[in-house]
């Protein structure tokens, strides 16, 4: 069975720092892309970031460049999101899927499409205060 458990979320200071992680199991990791999605109150889910598990090529939404880090662990089958100088508008649950390349992270990243994922779990609430 597929499962990608987020963890790390909590509540930090704008300015501060989080890292989330994504334990995955049930499936060859390293075959795929791991992306980091989050949903606000009142909005659709967002692509955040995502890291190839083979090669290390990653893709940053505009909003969190230069704040946020995504690197993969084969060795712990779990990817991390480390989250520094947070802002208030990160506040979200955050979610991370498996896809099938970067490239498709991109177009629903860029483009605002829904990606269709039958196991998304509970995700990892991530409160940032001003």
């Known amino acids: 069975e597929v499962q990608l458990q987020a963890s790390g979320g909590g509540l930090a200071q704008a300015g501060g720092s989080l890292r989330l992680s994504c334990a995955a199991s049930g499936f060859s990791f390293d075959d795929y892309v791991i992306g980091w999605f989050r949903q606000a109150p009142g909005k659709e889910r967002e692509g955040v970031s995502c890291v190839s598990v083979s090669d290390g090529s990653t893709y940053y939404t505009d909003s969190v460049k230069g704040r946020f880090t995504i690197s993969s662990d084969v060795a712990q089958n779990t990817v991390y999101l480390q989250m520094n100088n947070l802002k208030p508008e990160d506040t979200a649950v955050y979610y991370c899927?498996?896809?099938?390349?970067?490239?498709?992270?991109?177009?629903?990243?860029?483009?605002?499409?829904?990606?269709?994922?039958?196991?998304w779990g509970q995700g990892t609430q991530v409160t940032v205060s001003s």
């Open positions: 899927a498996p896809l099938g390349s970067v490239d498709l992270f991109r177009v629903i990243a860029t483009s605002g499409a829904r990606y269709e994922y039958a196991h």
